[in-house]
């Protein structure tokens, strides 16, 4: 169960700060991406659903959608949260159906922490957890801070921007190499544009 929470956290957690540019359309993206880093940061889960493309939806409703991530944040068992995060590139648009695509490079490091502190004293238990934690992010790098009593999770991610219409905002959508939900979420030749599944 709690590695499913970690995977849907990975999955919803996509956030980033971007440097300017001179286009406006990538301006317009930079301050939407700022607002929802913020969010992310700030565990505001209600608003941050209003920056989540509505494609989620045809996962579950939003209600639940926003319960799962609250759990996923913060449950019986442990607490997750953003530390970092670092824009890395931003790509040109790719245009479908009069859409807007754009394809977000980021790092970005979360924290975990069981609610039960002593237990991370025990070394049996933090290498049991380390292994759970390393097949549930197998493209990042895990790491336990024994200082902090807290596990870090690190690397690159990509998260899809979309601007339905030239008048529409942009929405976001966080991409997971090899989850069975990307094709109800992005059209194939969205996949096939940004060379998603050959990264």
């Not at 971007?18 to 209600?46: C, G, H, I, P, V």
């Not at 609250?70 to 859409?99: C, M, P, Y």
């Not at 975990?112 to 380390?130: A, G, N, Q």
Request: net charge neutral.
């Amino acid at each position: 169960m709690m590695r499913k929470l970690f995977l849907c956290g990975v999955f919803f957690i996509s956030a980033l700060v971007s440097n300017a540019q001179s286009d406006s359309s990538l301006t317009s993206l930079e301050k939407r991406l700022n607002e929802y880093m913020m969010l992310n940061k700030q565990m505001d889960f209600e608003r941050l659903f209003d920056y989540i493309h509505p494609n989620m939806y045809k996962i579950a409703p939003r209600k639940q959608l926003v319960e799962t991530f609250k759990k996923t944040f913060n449950n019986d068992e442990v607490t997750l949260g953003i530390d970092s995060i670092r824009h890395k590139q931003i790509s040109d648009g790719f245009l479908l159906s009069g859409a807007t695509y754009r394809k977000v490079d980021y790092y970005m490091v979360m924290w975990l922490k069981t609610k039960d502190e002593s237990s991370m004293d025990d070394s049996s238990f933090v290498e049991i957890m380390l292994t759970g934690l390393k097949e549930g992010f197998t493209s990042k790098d895990v790491s336990f801070d024994k200082e902090k009593k807290s596990f870090i999770i690190k690397g690159d991610d990509k998260l899809i921007a979309i601007k339905d219409t030239p008048g529409s905002v942009w929405m976001f959508l966080g991409y997971q190499k090899g989850n069975p939900y990307t094709s109800k979420l992005l059209a194939e030749q969205v996949i096939k544009h940004f060379k998603l599944e050959d990264e």
